[in-house]
C-alpha cells in the first residue's frame, strides 16, 4: 500500500471508528492506529482451505459490546474474547433501553477491539479478515459495529464479512467442539427462541420458534411483575429454588398442537393474573408467593422446551442436539433437556456459559466458516435490525409488519 493511500486509509478508520473528535478521542484509538500501519490482505480464495485463519470477530447486536480474534489451524482457538456488558446502564428502567445501548456501543467497541488484539498478542498485519454482526438486532448497536469494521477493512484492505447473529451462535458448537453437520440447535435467549437444523455453514432450516415472546423475555417480564432484579433470567432461577412447582396451574402454550412452534406471552400473562388473585385474596404477596410463581414459571417453560424438542428431534432423526442462548444457562430447562437426551440415546452439547451468552468469539468463528466458503461482503454490507437465517420458511405469526422476527 502506498504512503498516499494508507494515509487516506487511516483517515478513513479515524472518521469511521469516531476517532476524529478531540485528543481524547484521538488517544483512545492510537492503539487501534498503530496496528493498521502497513497492513495488506494476504488472503487468496484458492489458499483460504489450507491455510491458517485469524479473524478478528466483532458483536453489538444488543446489550453487549464485545470484541474476539479466533485462529483455525488444525483446530479452532479462542485467543481473546472481551466482553463489555451494559447491565448498570440499564437497570434503572427495567430493561435494555436502545438508545441508550447504541451511544455505549459507540463509546466502547475501538476500546474492545484494541483489548482483544492485544490479549491475542496480535495486530492487525496478522489478520485475514474482519467479521462483524450485520444483524439482527438493535439497529444503532448493529449500526455502531458494523461502521467500526468497514473502517478496520478500509484502513486494512482486509475482506469485509458480515455475519447473521443468529448464525453465530448456531455454528457455536463447530468452535467448540468441532462437530460435523448436520445438528439440531435450539436457541433460547432473551431475544429468540427457534429449533435449526443446521447442515452447513449457510443452510439452517427452521423447524419451529416462538410466535411472540422469547423465553427470555419472558423470564424478565416476570422478574418485573414480581419485582425482582433485571436480568431476569437468573432472579427467577435462584427463586424458584425455593418455591413449589405444583402449587399454581400455569398452562404449557401449543402443547395441545403438532410441531415446533412455541408460544411464551400468554404463560407470562398467567403468571400475572395468578399474582394478581393471590393479592386480592390476602392482601398482599409473601415471599413464599412469589417463589412458588417463579417455580411454577420456570417449570412451564421447561415442560414447553422438553417436548418441542423432542417433537423436532423426531422430524430430524439427527442424533446431536446442541443449546445455546442465554437460557440455556437455566439449570431446569438444561436438566430436562439432558434427561430427554439420555432417554433418546442423543447427543446432549451446551458451550460454555461464556459462549452461550453474546460474545464476538462466535463471530469471528462464523466469520471463518463463510469465509472459506469465498463470501466477502463490501463496503455496502448493511446493519439490519431483521434476519432470518431461514429464508425460506414462512414468517412467524408473531413477526410484526416489518418481517420475520429472527
Known amino acids: 500500500m502506498h504512503n498516499d493511500s494508507r494515509e487516506l486509509s487511516l483517515q478513513h478508520l479515524r472518521k469511521s471508528c469516531g476517532l476524529h ?45 464485545a470484541a474476539a480474534v479466533v485462529r483455525l489451524t488444525a483446530a479452532p482457538e479462542i485467543l481473546s474474547s472481551v466482553v463489555e456488558g451494559q447491565v448498570a446502564l440499564h437497570a434503572p428502567f427495567g430493561g435494555v433501553v436502545p438508545e441508550l445501548a447504541a451511544r455505549a456501543h459507540a463509546e466502547r467497541v475501538d476500546l474492545c477491539v484494541e483489548q482483544a488484539l492485544e490479549q491475542a498478542g496480535v495486530t492487525l498485519r496478522d489478520l485475514d479478515a474482519i467479521a462483524v454482526t450485520a444483524g439482527p438486532g438493535l439497529i444503532g448497536g448493529v449500526l455502531s459495529g458494523v461502521m467500526c469494521a468497514k473502517g478496520l477493512a478500509a484502513a486494512t484492505g482486509l475482506p469485509l464479512i458480515g455475519v447473521n447473529h443468529l448464525a453465530g451462535h448456531a455454528l457455536t458448537p463447530r468452535l467448540t467442539d468441532q462437530v460435523s453437520f448436520p445438528y439440531l440447535m435450539l436457541l433460547v435467549s432473551g431475544g429468540h427462541c427457534q429449533f435449526l437444523a443446521v447442515a452447513g455453514p449457510e443452510s439452517f432450516h427452521r423447524l419451529g420458534g416462538s410466535i411472540d415472546d422469547a423465553p427470555g423475555e419472558a423470564f424478565d417480564k416476570v422478574a418485573k411483575v414480581l419485582a425482582l432484579p433485571q436480568p ?116 446432549f452439547l451446551a458451550p460454555p456459559l461464556r459462549l452461550c451468552t453474546d460474545n464476538a468469539a462466535m463471530i469471528a468463528w462464523a466469520g471463518i466458516e463463510r469465509l472459506q466458503q469465498g463470501h466477502r461482503d463490501g463496503f455496502d454490507l448493511q446493519a ?20 420475520a422476527k429472527a
Open 21 to 65: 473528535g478531540g485528543a481524547r478521542q484521538q488517544n483512545r484509538g492510537e492503539g487501534l492506529l498503530a496496528h493498521a500501519q502497513g497492513v495488506t490482505c494476504r488472503t487468496g480464495p484458492d489458499q483460504l482451505r489450507n491455510m491458517s485463519l485469524t479473524v478478528l470477530g466483532i458483536e453489538s447486536s444488543c446489550d453487549d459490546t
Open 232 to 347: 431476569g433470567g437468573p432472579s427467577v432461577q435462584a427463586e424458584a429454588q425455593r418455591g413449589d412447582p405444583r402449587r399454581f396451574s400455569l398452562p404449557r402454550p401449543l402443547l395441545d398442537r403438532p410441531g415446533c412452534d412455541m408460544s411464551f406471552s400468554g404463560l407470562k400473562t398467567a403468571v400475572l393474573r395468578a399474582r394478581d388473585g393471590v393479592i386480592a385474596a390476602q392482601g398482599g404477596l409473601y415471599q413464599q408467593d412469589r417463589a412458588d410463581l417463579c417455580a411454577g414459571f420456570q417449570r412451564a417453560v421447561a415442560d414447553v422446551l422438553v417436548e418441542k424438542t423432542r417433537r423436532a428431534l423426531a422430524e430430524t432423526g439427527f442424533t446431536l442436539l446442541a443449546v445455546a442462548g442465554g437460557v440455556a444457562a437455566n439449570t431446569e430447562i438444561r436438566a430436562g433437556l439432558q434427561t430427554l437426551c439420555a432417554h433418546l440415546d442423543v447427543r
Open 384 to 403: 439490519r435490525p431483521r434476519w432470518p437465517l431461514d429464508s425460506t420458511a414462512a414468517p412467524l405469526l408473531g413477526s410484526g409488519k416489518k418481517g
